[in-house]
């Protein structure tokens, strides 16, 4: 699954997830069809408009491959959203099916196909942002072994990496002086390390904290973890 | 952002943040943090695995509220055998009746009040007074907000908004001495000052953190020892106590008793707690005569039937409070009732009833996080009961809450039809893709762009890239999940 | 009981929807005994260092609660008759009372009463109605000193729990009363002591 910010803003990190993939010797099929996960709708409370979103994601994906989404929140949504939507409904029983082949990219390298290092150099400074999507979850602790074992790779430690970037989709809209507060408290704390980038497994988070460093007119970039991995492989030749 | 006006879809929580002043922000996000870090230390100095007794306390609650019926039942006849008297009401207004016949029956005029938050939803004080009572509030923090006739902000420490000087100005007001902001000072004054007030009173009300069905005993913490001076110098003890306040057996006690104190105080157990089991002991000199117990529906057992029980299971900690960047933003007074923070935004449109819409913007104050749930003693999972809450607001029209949110129904009706998707991703316009409120011609757009960028529009890019190459085939891996995905 | 029944019906009817009813979980209340920094030897060891640790006094023997006694230079002060003997014959300055009355409250610097228990695992000093008499001369002084048998240190807290008995009110005391509510700044001795101690005989 593709998910929507990729879709329309972020497609580096979706190709370099796909390059990902591949090294990692799967094939890769994107159904043409998909849109979104239906989160934005859900989280408004518009629960009808996310069944509508929702009944023609498990449309698309249907059949029994294993659905690989580069965004902690998206799966999050397949997990926990899913069946709250349908709850009650004739079709509820989709949820818990498409949920147990969904897996976030870092739970489906590390859990799923059991590759818990990483090959390949990438010479920066990092400050990673754990979604709260993952809080709980083996996503976040995957993604950071991930990363922790890329040589040259140096993982910034700072305050509070618990805390929420303050995005949370249209919360960012209709309370935009509580999300943009909470937005610059995260990039202070993680620009404390003094990071050659700031990076994610959710380009929602990265969307937000990118939209208040650019401005605020700075330049630091923000890199997804997809985008770290590939780039790792790069580097060493082991990708074209 | 300097005008509230400027950006008319804003949430009124978000426009209490930005009028809050500077130094009250600061003193409470500073406080909330530091409640929060300390609250983690402790637990995980002091449990192995602190998620599992989170869990298992919130399976006992759960079980206890399935149960209900079966242990008020057994709660009543316990505390009538320990010589309580058992009172039931269903709404704050019988409440109060029975507290003020109560008061009258045994030719009571004054009452010292330890700290109950069901007596806030009440209003109990300015009730008794209305009726001639005298009723003073002894928890250090109510005291001063009772003085200043304010509210708590905050469920343990009720004055986390208010500094030493405004507290100091308000006890030289009260004739309490001279202007003096040590707190210390402001400390002792206030036991001097109150010392007078047990002695005089003849009722002690209380709340209740627990109440065993099994034995009655009614549990209560405090750190200042204001409900045990209640219950030493006055004649009468009236417990206030939400039905949902029970718990099965005496033994379980240890186990939300050290959930309590660490997640509210990172204390390993509050300084005082004290398990009442009737009126005072025959060769006791000291303490009540008479035991009044008062159960209060007050709709709990409306959310009881609702798809948000699960947040009867609440203990009252301020956990989820201090953890939210919401809370550690707005304060408590921005949630406009008893009980502010995650818990309140579920809880207080709950205790509305059919005045619901009055505060259903409450349930969207939170970026779904999940920290509240996360430090929960009773794994309430808040986030999912603001998602009903969502839902329930969206389905009555509540058009507070739909504030600044943007509308669903085109941006669902393109995500569910590839070909408007794609026409849409093509065309270069984020119309019907990405949900409205992110386009720069409404304006919470304006609102979100004044402090964020968007980044450059790339539709269609990737599904450009991946059309056009010629990928290796391999296979594709499906392993089965060797346990939950989230787990 | 109009209020009464309404409630339970209430209750029942809204239960009567919910399909699965959560079990009464089997466990341990030994999952809620904290782990202790390293071995004591001990309860009143363990006991005494919790107890330091929330800023209480333990003393050992009577000797050394005349020696608390006269360093604090205490002239005045409540004892539990139980205890008059024992307190004179290791602090004869001392002017004790018997009596405690409740309109003169602040001239007691110190409540000399029993104590039915303790936990140590948190430091925790047991109170009963029963024992601890009268209710405000443990209370009120600026000093309480709570006397105990050593035998009655409890190791925890789902003990303690299963020694509440019938006793109408216990009460556990870990450390002096205190307050943070200005400005999340510690004061000790808020109504109750501000000085809590206890003392093993």
New interface residues.
Partial sequence: MGTCLCDAFFDDAARATVEVLEYLGCTVHFPEAQTCCAQPAFNAGDWAAARRVIRHTVGVFDGELPIVIPSGSCAHMVYHGYDLALEGEADADAAPRFARRTWELCDYIVNGLEVREWPGTYRKKIAFHRSCHTRGTRTAESALALLGSIDGLELCTFGEQEQCCGFGGTFSVAFPNISAKMGRIKLEHMRDGDPDAIAGSDMACLLHLGGILDREGVALPRVHIAQILRDALKSEGLLS | MKSTKAYPTRQPVDRYASDLSPSVQESVYNASKLKTEARVDALQRDFADPDANRRLAGAIKQHTLDHLDTYLEQAESSLRENGAAVHWASDAESANQIILGIMQRNDCRRMVKSKSMVSEETELVPFLEKNGMEAVETDLGEYIVQIDHDHPSHIVTPIIHKNRQEIARSFEREGLGAYDDDPTVITRRARDYLRSKYLEADVGLTGANFVSAESGRIVLVTNEGNARFSMAAPRIHIALVGIEKLVPKDRDLSLFLSLLARSATAQCLTVYTQFIGGPRHRTQRDGPEKMHVVFLDNRRTEVLSGDCRKILRCIRCGACMNVCPVYRQASGHAYRGVYPGPVGAVLSPLLKGKEFPELADLPKASSLCGACNEVCPVDIPIPELLLRLRNRAKHEHVSLAARGTPSMGIWARAASSPGAWKTALSAGRLLNVVPHGFLNLSSPARAWQSSRKLPPFRGGAFRKWMRERNPPKNGVPSPDRKSEPDS | ?K??D???K??????A??PE?????E?D?A?????QPHEFSSLWELFAW?MKS?NGVPLHGWNALGDFLRERALKFGYCDPEYTEAIAAVCGSLDITERFD??D??RYEFGITAAAGAIA??G?IVL???AT????AA??PWIHIAILQEDDIWP???TA??R?G????????????????????L?E?????GVQVCCVV
């Fill in positions: 009981m209020d009464r309404t409630i339970l209430r209750v029942r009817d809204g239960l929807e919910t009813r959560t079990p009464y979980p466990y209340p999952c809620a005994v904290m782990r919790r929330v409740r309109n409250l602040d695992e948190t925790t009963t109605d029963a008499r009268p209710r405000l209370l009120a925890d807290s789902p729990l299963k509440l019938d006793d109408p009110s216990v009460i556990w005391v870990t450390g002096p009363s205190k307050t943070a509510d200005v400005e999340g700044i004061i001795g808020v109504h109750g002591p």
